[in-house]
């Protein structure tokens, strides 16, 4: 029996897809399934997530997982490929790929390919990280469409930098610049992340690309999964291990950064940065044991982490179960508490962990 354990709740990634589809009713949907599915388990995600229109991943090596599991959807590499040498595995693998820089391009142009590759052209609209400039884009575009090794269908796509603040114009601009370089392309269009699925519903092209939202945690500043109706997939929970005595001011943990005021129990935990539970996360970020909150205390160690349950501990035993984050505890709120992502969170977690698959 393993300690720390992620329970994966498939039903409640099938229900978030479905409120995706809702939110966006004419877009089609590319799963992004990137860091083992946001650390949930690639091909078990794919597996579950028979509904929607394709998927992206952003290595070479994780479309080929995707595809040694038998899943025979399309796959689109959001970040391209970055060998020549990638391409025929691309063509032998049914693997579509983004384009976002004049390398690939000439790569393409000059490739002996058996059969035109599937293209998604990729714009830089303000995020300034991958993406063909604007003035650049009509020279990729009539480049690609001119190229025997491109299939006719391009795709046109760009990337939001600040779609979680609904208060920050930079995405409507985006959207602009975006829409008036493709406007005339009759080309099928993607821009939507989460965030823009959620918050910009004018965003919404012929295709969104959703990841973390899938797996039930809000990508907007502030907010929590279930306050949009998503479900949270993952629970990550442990076990207590022991139950601790210590008096006023004796310190706790490594660095001895922690004391009480009074004497109190401490429940010690299964569970720390060896499993992906974050460092920094500081005195006080809750964990749920028996249905209450209680905060951590100390420095989390590697497989440990000490709970300050207080001067009446008799309602906690060795082997109760404690939730890290999940239904009853938003992982966006653990990441506050670490100031970091639930993203990162998610993609932390390590394969010391257990994983359990549960469906309705
Ligand atoms: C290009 C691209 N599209 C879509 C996504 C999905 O973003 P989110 O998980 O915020 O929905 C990502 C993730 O970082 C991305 O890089």
Redesign the pocket.
């Known amino acids: 029996m393993r300690l720390a354990s992620a329970e994966i709740d498939l039903t409640a990634l099938q229900e978030n897809l479905r409120l995706t589809q809702k939110l966006a009713p004419k877009s089609k949907i ?1 799963a ?1 399934l ?1 860091a083992n599915a ?1 650390g949930h388990g690639l091909v078990k995600i794919a597996q579950h997530l028979q509904d929607a229109d394709a998927f ?1 991943v ?1 290595r070479v090596d994780e479309a080929l997982a995707l595809r040694t599991g038998g899943i025979t959807k399309p796959i689109v590499l ?1 970040e391209g490929f970055f060998h020549s040498s990638d391409l025929p595995i691309l063509l032998a693998n049914n693997l579509q790929t ?1 384009v976002h820089d004049i390398s690939q391009l000439e790569a393409i142009e000059q490739a002996n390919l058996e059969s035109p590759l599937t293209v998604w052209l ?1 714009i830089d609209t303000g995020m300034h990280r ?1 993406g063909v400039e604007p003035e650049e884009f009509e020279h990729f575009y009539s480049r690609l469409k001119c190229s025997n090794n491109v299939a006719e269908k391009i795709h046109l ?1 760009t ?1 939001f930098a600040c779609a ?1 603040d609904v208060g920050d114009n930079k995405t409507e601009i985006q959207q602009v610049l975006f829409k008036s370089l493709v406007g005339q392309s009759h080309a099928p269009l993607c821009l939507a ?5 959620i918050g910009w519903p004018e965003s919404h092209g012929d295709w969104i ?6 797996y039930g945690v809000s ?1 907007m500043l502030g907010r929590v999964g279930q306050q949009h109706g998503l479900k949270p997939v993952m629970r990550l929970t442990t076990k207590v291990i022991a139950i601790k005595h210590v008096k006023a001011h004796q310190a706790v943990g490594y660095g001895s950064r922690w004391q009480s005021e009074q004497d109190t129990y401490l429940a010690v935990i299964g569970v720390g940065y060896g499993d992906g539970y974050p460092r920094h996360a500081k005195v006080g970020t809750p964990v749920v044991i028996r249905n209450r909150r209680y905060g951590i205390v100390g420095a989390v160690s590697m497989d440990m982490i000490s709970i300050n349950i207080g001067d009446n501990p008799d309602n906690i035993e060795v082997g109760d179960e404690v939730e890290m984050w999940g239904p009853n505890l938003p992982v966006e709120e653990v990441a506050q508490c670490a100031e970091t992502i639930p ?1 990162e969170l998610l993609c932390n977690v390590t394969p010391r962990v257990s994983y359990e698959y549960i469906e309705a």
Do not use: E
Request: charged residues 15%.
């Open positions: 590319m992004v990137k946001y992206a952003a959001l983004i990729k991958l796509m990337h979680d992340n989460s965030a823009g699925i690309r959703p990841g973390l939202m899938l990508p993203y």
